[in-house]
Every structure is written in C-alpha cells, then in structure tokens.
C-alpha cells in the first residue's frame, strides 16, 4: 500500500490487493474480478454499475459473517419497528436472494412473495422455506424473474409492503426501479430499500489503506464491492427527491453497519453472547443517531405512500 498502513487485523490482501499480489484477481467462481489498480485510472473504472450475476457464489458464502449477520439483524430490527402495528402484510420482497428478510417477515405473519433472477440464490431460499412449518410455507411463495418486470406480473396496488434490498448498486439507474415497485404499493404502504451509502463512500478504501480509491469514490458514485463487483452508491438527499416524485416521500432512514464495515470477510461473530448483544445494541444505535447513520456503509431508507 501507497502509505505502507495496514489497517489492524485485516488478514490477507483481500480486495484491496495490489495488483502482482493476492489470488491473481478471480474470484471463486474463477471469474475475472478487478483489482485495485482500476480504482486509480479513470478509464478502468466501471462506466456502468453491472449486475449481480457472478457475486452469487461469494455473497452466499459469506452468509454466516459478522458483517452479514450485522446487515440482517439491523435490517430485521428496523424493518419490525416500521411495521410495529401492521398485521398479515401484504409483502413483496425484489431481489430476496436467500430470503432472510423473507422468511423473517413469513413467521412474522405476513404473506411474502419473495422474486429474485438468481436461481442458485433462489434454490438456497427455496431450501430454507421448506425446513418451515406448514404455516409459514403457506404464507410465502417464491418466483424466478426480474424484478424490473414487476408491474407485468402484479396489478397496481397490489402490496402494503415492498422490500427492495441490495439490488438498487447493482442497477445504473436506481429511478425506473423505484418507481415501478412505487406503482405496486397500495396507499398507506411502505417501500423499504437498503443502498450503498454515496456520501460514505470513500471510508472503506480508506480503511484498507487505498488511497486513491478512497479519492476517487469524492468525484464518482462508482466502485467495485467486497465481492469484486461493479456497483454504484445513492445519496439519501437524491433517493428523498426520487421517492417524493413517486408520491412514496421518505418517511425514516437508517444506517447500516457503521462499526463493522471493515472486518475481514471471514470474522464470524462473537460467541460470547454477551458481547453479540453490545455489539449488535452499538450497531442499532449508530444507525438511528446522527453523526454515525450519516456514515454508514449502508443506507435503509423508508417511503410511505
Ligand atoms: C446482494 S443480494 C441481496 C439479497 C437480499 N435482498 C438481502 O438483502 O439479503 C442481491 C440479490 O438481488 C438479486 N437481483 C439483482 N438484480 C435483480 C433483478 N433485477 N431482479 C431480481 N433479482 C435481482 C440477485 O440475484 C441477488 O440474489
């Protein structure tokens, strides 16, 4: 690294190795995936945010991580407290992957109708769904497609409930997906995204010692993840201005992972669980108190119609 910093406890080149260092730049499906280097050279740097294909076999995983437990808890506590009050929802979930969120907010009760284009992703939901009991499994169902096809498959106003969660950065315009899931919201109903954080961008390289991306993520809402995809980041200022042109204006905001952000991809949570519960209560309050929120990695930002 430029600087010849190491952030602490950051094991192995991760993907922030320079280029001649690391596992040669593929990722463990054996794809190609970009390394530092084109953080630094704009004509390397992704032009489009790209999809999701190809980040699959990384993303699951990495399920049991504490960086990924930290994003479903939080996620899970902020989503119970919007719907503190509601029952038997009418629940869309757009890119529900695993079905986390899903299958929480089936035993909760409501009736979740989880899509995702993935089918590898999918057959992992699918075969968490059917360890349910029976009243859960009658509650959800699960559909292969894409989600900006959505307004094809369900009529206007068709759910009190839509979940669209890390799938926005991987799209290159955020806008013509908000407004066909704002289309499906019955009044009243509450549209839940979870999104890169755009004005926290540069902490992350930071962290890792890439100063020239940690530069660069000032001028471009474009980057590469933790999982070596392209993907591209929202402001909460912009994502406000597109939910209030939908008739879904902003109604609350979190922030997600202030704190954990930057652990090695292999740290699983504590055992101690005790010390989960700090961790998890220190999470949760960050995201709800500014300055922290403003920082966070992630960003669930919550419309109402
Ligand atoms: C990062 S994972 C997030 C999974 C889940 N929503 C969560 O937050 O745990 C992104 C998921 O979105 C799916 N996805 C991306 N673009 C999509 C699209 N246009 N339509 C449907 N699913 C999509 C991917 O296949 C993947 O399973």
């Given amino acids: 690294m430029d600087s010849g910093w190491a952030p602490p406890s950051w094991e192995g080149p991760g993907l922030y190795a320079l ?6 730049g593929h990722d463990r499906l054996g794809q190609d995936r970009p390394g530092q280097e084109r953080f630094g050279q704009e004509r390397r740097l992704p ?3 790209g999809s999701f294909a190809g980040g699959t076999g990384a993303w699951l995983d990495r399920l049991g991580g504490l960086r990924n437990f930290v994003r479903q808890e939080l996620v899970a506590r902020q989503l119970a407290e919007q719907l503190a009050g509601r029952t038997s929802q009418r629940v869309l979930d757009i890119g529900c992957g695993q ?3 899903a299958l ?3 035993r909760a009760g409501h009736y979740v109708t989880g899509i995702d284009s993935d089918p590898v992703a999918l057959g992992v939901a699918q075969g968490a769904l059917a ?13 292969s497609g894409d989600g900006h096809q959505c307004g094809r498959w369900f009529g206007p106003r068709s759910f009190d409930v839509v979940l669209c969660h890390g799938v926005l950065m991987y799209l290159p315009d955020p806008d013509p997906m908000i407004a066909s899931l704002a289309r499906l919201l019955a009044p009243g109903g509450l549209l839940s995204l979870l999104v890169r954080n755009r004005d926290a961008l540069a902490l992350r390289p930071a962290a890792a010692g890439d100063w020239r991306a940690a530069l660069h993520a000032f001028e471009s809402d474009r980057y590469y993840n933790r999982l070596g995809l392209a993907a591209r980041a929202d402001r909460l200022a912009d994502l406000s201005v597109t939910l209030s042109e939908v008739s879904v204006p902003l109604k609350h905001w979190y922030g997600v992972r202030v704190f954990t952000d930057n652990a ?3 740290a699983a949570p504590p055992v ?3 010390q989960l519960a700090q961790l998890l209560e220190a999470e949760d309050r960050a995201g709800r108190t500014n300055p922290y929120r403003q920082v966070a990695a992630l960003l669930h930002v919550i ?3």
């Avoid at 280029?19 to 040669?24: H, I, T």
């Avoid at 360890?131 to 559909?143: C, G, I, K, S, W």
């Fill in 47 to 49: 032009s489009r945010s």
């Fill in 104 to 106: 929480r907010l089936a």
């Fill in 264 to 266: 090695p991809d292999d």
């Fill in 131 to 143: 360890e349910e009991p029976a009243e859960v499994r009658d509650r959800m169902q699960l559909l």
């Fill in 99 to 101: 079905g986390t969120q």
């Fill in 19 to 24: 280029p001649g260092q690391g596992d040669g």
């Fill in 272 to 274: 101690d669980g005790r």
């Fill in 303 to 305: 419309g109402a119609k």
